[in-house]
């Protein structure tokens, strides 16, 4: 009896808690659940003040009054005392627990079921699908997260997802406050995120690659700014070396040369002062002689020395010497030394800023601008050059508004005016970062840069902007685009909008074109090495207008 009933056992347990029944009660249309687990079914169904049986659905309009099936409690009784005892293995810490397993040690769950929303180790798991047989549940590994997929207000599986409302609900939220709403199958929702997902996951990683590529070239610019610097120091160290030596070598030279100056007139001084002693002891020796021989009374004597006595010898001594001030000083040197002092500092100075300048300009990262704001901090204005212009092109508004016409203008010979293509350069040129904006207008109008060296005569590609390799062109016409380099054309996109800002980074080699509108599009950027400065060019049609804003 015992062997039947336990061949039998699955007839005797609970289809909510998987587990042999414990105070058995019967519904009327025949199926048997422990008195807890159907009550507290049905007390969640309260609200909706419509009952049913968790197996055959059968509904009931008002909450059935519960009887014990005493026959049902005695045999699962006597299943229970032969039944045999099963030694759980206790779930690890982070497994996910069985939730059917009795209050204490449990066991680890194998499998979720998304319609009962319980987690099964492998006996209960049996028993879930004994107890449904041909139901198709939906079931999934072992989670624990079962809670996150139970609607917090119906308790009921979020299998539906809103678009409207960005959200997963439950059946009975689409019947009520997601009613109208687009809704689509949780499951179909997914699959199509989850191929969105990929989407972005590809484009995260050929961001993440390009960034790494970026990383690697930004700490090789990062070596070699910081050996560049490095190099810089001791260059500049060994510069202002060599200057402070060649100042102290200057200051020896001419300390050397006041000293030797000074030397010389100091001795030449001193022999003529000898001289002049010499002279001056001889000349009172005259006079000493003069005045004893003034004195005497003997005619005779006085004749005999007379002669010897007044001749006085001729000086040696020049009698020219000018003894004035200015001569006996060495201020002006000290004048020509202080102003070598500020000739000095000023070159300094200006070379210092220079140097700042050079050094402002040096950057391992070169961000380069994003909105029209960005852009306008490198805005240049420009003004047309006339001796450049075809005589076809009037010029106006200061030169900065140009027209083909048909009548040429009475424009001097010039040996760089355009002599045969209805073309025109600005007077400055670009170097660093510039950016300005052009309006055209008429048939068609060509926005170019150029070396200055592009040919100014005869009607052949070298005299041609976008023709050669001394320049780049946008052509813009009514319904096209095109750019132009070295004879070869690139089609763009129509350019929508009658203004075109032009961006130019000389050192970093960009050139980008961009429609001006209510927002910024780019039209054609160019990478290369620029190796002259840039000059704004145009060109025209018969009608086309262009006008530097």
Known sequence: MAKAMSSKQDIFMCSICLDLLKDPVTLHCGHNYCSGCINGCWDQEDQKGVYSCPQCRHTFTSRPVLKRNYMVAELVEEMRKTRPTIEPAPADHGDVECDVCASGTKLKAVKSCLDCLLSYCETHFKAHNDLNPGRSHSLIDATGQLQERICSIHKKALDIFCRTDQSCICYFCLMEEHKGHDTVSAATEWSKKKEELGEIQMRCQQTIQKREKEVQELRRAVETLKSSAQSAVEHSDKMFDDVIRSVERRRSEVTELIRAQEKAEVSRAEGLLKDLEEEISELKKRVAEMEQLS???????????????????????????????????????????????????????????????????????????????????????FTLDPNTAHRKLHLSEGNRRVEMRVAPQSYPDHPERFSDRSQVLCREGVSGRCYWEVEWGGAGTAIAVSYKTISRKGNQDQSWFGKNSQSWKLSVYPREAVFYHNNVESYLPLVAS??????????????????????????????????????PGFGFLVGSTAKLL
């Open 295 to 381: 004195h005497t009374q003997d005619p005779i004597h006085f004749l005999k020395n007379a002669g010897s006595t007044c001749d006085i010898p001729d000086s040696t001594i020049p009698t020219n010497m000018t003894l004035s001030h200015p001569y006996l000083s060495f201020e002006p040197v000290k004048t020509s030394v202080s102003e070598m002092k500020e000739k000095l500092e000023s070159i300094l100075e200006q070379e210092t800023v220079n140097i700042s300048t050079t050094v402002s300009g040096v950057q391992a990262v070169m961000t380069e601008p994003v909105t029209r704001e960005d852009f306008l901090q490198y805005y240049c204005q």
């Open 498 to 535: 009658p203004r075109v800002g032009v961006y130019v980074d000389h050192r970093a080699g960009t050139l980008a074109f961009y429609n001006i509108s209510d927002t910024m599009t780019l039209l054609h950027k160019v990478q290369t090495t620029f190796s002259h400065t840039l000059y």
